[in-house]
């Protein structure tokens, strides 16, 4: 069974950095998109970034060219490089993998960009 655990969620200050992690448990047989959602308090989760087993990647418009989604070569571990973070980005990060397993999600790790 595929688990998905984030991890370097914080608090931050406005204009700082932060890098997320996923790792990811057991055999991953080819996924076919790995991703990053987030779901703030009192709205809907979005998709925020992802990428393809091609290595194409997409970004919501508010994230492009602050956030840069990569993955390592064994498609284990998925990071997120957040930077010049503003408060509107304060959410739960969760951590997505679509395959032929299946879905898996992770139990999420929160970023608090705050002055």
């Known amino acids: 069974q595929v688990q998905l655990v984030e991890s370097g969620g914080g608090l931050v200050q406005p204009g700082g950095s932060l890098r997320l992690s996923c790792a990811a448990s057991?055999?991953?047989?080819?996924?076919?998109?790995m991703a990053w959602h987030r779901q703030a308090p009192g709205k809907q989760r979005e998709l925020v970034a992802s990428?393809?087993?091609?290595?194409?990647?997409n970004y919501a418009d508010s994230v492009k060219g602050r956030f840069t989604i990569s993955r390592d070569s064994a498609q284990k571990t998925m990071y997120l490089q957040m930077s010049t973070l503003k408060p509107e980005d304060t959410a739960l990060y969760y951590c997505?993998?679509?395959?032929?397993?299946?879905?898996?999600w992770g139990q999420g790790t929160q970023v608090t960009v705050s002055s």
């Open positions: 997505y993998l679509n395959g032929v397993q299946g879905t898996f």
């Open positions: 057991g055999i991953i047989f080819r996924p076919n998109i």
């Open positions: 990428i393809s087993s091609g290595g194409s990647t």
